[in-house]
T-cell receptor
Framework: GAGVSQTPSNKVTEKGKYVELRCDPI?????LYWYRQSLGQGPEFLIY????????DSGLPNDRFFAVRPEGSVSTLKIQRTERGDSAVYLC????????????FGPGTRLTVL | GQNIDQPTEMTATEGAIVQINCTYQ??????LFWYQQHAGEAPTFLSY????GLEEKGRFSSFLSRSKGYSYLLLKELQMKDSASYLC???????????????FGKGTKLSVIP
């Protein structure tokens, strides 16, 4: 079956612009996570959805970052007034409900802010 | 919070055995994961330990000691394709929001040489 997909694979934007990154989780996975990975670092947690609601957004760095998952499937990460420091790979992961389950990662979106 | 340490880089010879160590200091613990990440690709799940002891899966084994805050990943019969980064990740206790977010180490870049 299909894995987690993310679009676009690459996004180049200018400082101050608005971007949207999309994640399509594995069908039937109720849990969805966004992570950010900078070069030479491990992924860093941003936000967690259980169904349609953002159950834990403690990892969002500031109020320029926002994410939605209106129908409990596809999620969009939105970044306003992008800054050069936002440049990173944004990873999405999904998981079946349940604490013992692994997270399946998508290929990521590489965001470059010029 | 979590603090996770693993070596930055390791080199090993094709056909050999390599052990990648991970130590962690956590305010809570609900399982330890190992992921493999090839350059430019998504992390892929290797193993999960929540109880002390060794979990074996083919050429890969993972060990956990909760009292020592220590885990290792053991790779046997190394192949060139095993050249990748290996990420140690700890899952915190459920804060009540149902989030099973992972906190990752920076990863160990393994190079397998002929």
């Amino acid at each position: 079956g299909a894995g987690v997909s993310q679009t676009p694979s690459n996004k180049v934007t200018e400082k101050g612009k608005y971007v949207e990154l999309r994640c399509d989780p594995i069908s039937g996975h109720t849990a969805l996570y966004w992570y950010r990975q900078s070069l030479g670092q491990g992924p860093e947690f941003l936000i967690y959805f259980q169904g349609t609601g953002a159950a834990d957004d403690s990892g969002l760095p500031n109020d320029r970052f926002f994410a939605v998952r209106p129908e409990g499937s596809v999620s969009t990460l939105k970044i306003q007034r992008t800054e050069r420091g936002d440049s990173a790979v944004y990873l999405c992961a999904s998981s079946p409900m349940g604490r013992g389950n692994e997270q399946f990662f998508g290929p990521g979106t590489r965001l470059t802010v010029l | 919070g979590q603090n996770i340490d693993q070596p930055t880089e390791m080199t090993a010879t094709e056909g050999a055995i390599v052990q990648i160590n991970c130590t962690y200091q956590t305010s809570g613990f609900n399982g330890l994961f190992w992921y493999q990440q090839h350059a430019g690709e998504a992390p892929t799940f290797l193993s999960y330990n929540v109880l002390d002891g060794l979990e074996e899966k083919g050429r890969f084994s993972s060990f956990l000691s909760r009292s020592k805050g220590y885990s290792y990943l053991l790779l046997k019969e190394l192949q060139m394709k095993d050249s990748a980064s290996y990420l140690c990740a700890v899952r915190d206790e459920d804060s009540g929001a149902g989030s099973y977010q992972l906190t990752f180490g920076k990863g160990t870049k393994l190079s397998v040489i002929p």
